[in-house]
């Protein structure tokens, strides 16, 4: 069974800070994702990355995968209370299959 | 991407009763999955809902205690049965596609009295 785990488990920050959430494993993955899920919510997906040492932006967050494609990192700025949430990095072996999940971040930014 | 309707969205169980939870998709997916989730926890598959076939449990998990169904591309129901106090949790589909990566039901929330 393949293991992803997540860093910290969980972060409690003030409005305005910067925060880097980790998602580490042993196993080489084909592709990551990264979910948010609020309190009686499904998770939604928030970026897949697919390519070793590939950086995606989306506005305040910064996604990057492992060039061994065996980690990734979760990069946030100026967090605001809308991040508030529990932060998933999921990943796939091969092609298109199930999705293993890590063991998760939550996140409370308070105003 | 896909949108998931998942019902119902919470319940009370008395045990040894079972409960059928469902999830229909606004649009074909390939695959879909069920998970079970504590509150602020991670998620762990059940198991793969496979259209026309019987679906594929993970470990831990048996048919008899979670019998699926999943009778086209759109449509898929779990049945926790049996129920005890540990069965309460968040339980959780999700359909995928090769283009549009996974989506999930809001959940349903189990409690078993």
């Known amino acids: 069974t393949q293991l992803l785990e997540q860093s910290p488990q969980f972060l409690s920050i003030q409005e305005g800070e910067n925060l880097t959430v980790y998602c580490n494993s042993s196993s080489v993955f084909s592709s990551l994702q990264w979910y948010r899920q609020e309190p009686g919510e499904g998770p939604v997906l928030l970026v897949t990355v697919v390519t070793g040492g590939e950086v995606k932006k989306l506005k305040r967050l910064t996604f990057q995968f492992g060039d061994a494609r065996k980690d990734s990192s979760l990069h946030i700025t100026a967090a605001q209370p809308g991040d508030t949430g529990l932060y998933l990095c999921?990943?796939?072996?091969?092609?298109?299959?199930?999705?293993?999940f890590g063991t998760g971040t939550r996140l409370l930014v308070s105003p | 991407s896909a949108v998931i309707s998942q019902k119902p969205s919470r319940d009370i169980c008395q045990r040894g009763t079972s409960l059928t939870i469902q999830c229909q998709v606004d649009?074909?997916?390939?695959?879909m999955f069920w998970y079970r989730q504590q509150p602020g926890q991670s998620l762990t598959l059940i198991a793969t809902a496979n259209q026309g076939s019987e679906a594929t449990y993970e470990s831990g998990f048996v048919i008899d205690k979670f019998p699926i169904s999943r009778p086209n591309l759109t449509f898929s129901t779990l049945t926790v049965s049996n129920m005890s106090p540990e069965d309460s949790s968040i339980y959780l589909c999700s359909g995928g596609q090769e283009a549009g990566g996974y989506t999930f039901g809001s959940g349903t929330r189990l409690t078993v009295v």
């Open positions: 999921a990943a796939t072996n091969t092609g298109f299959q199930k999705l293993v």
């Open positions: 649009s074909q997916v390939t695959m």
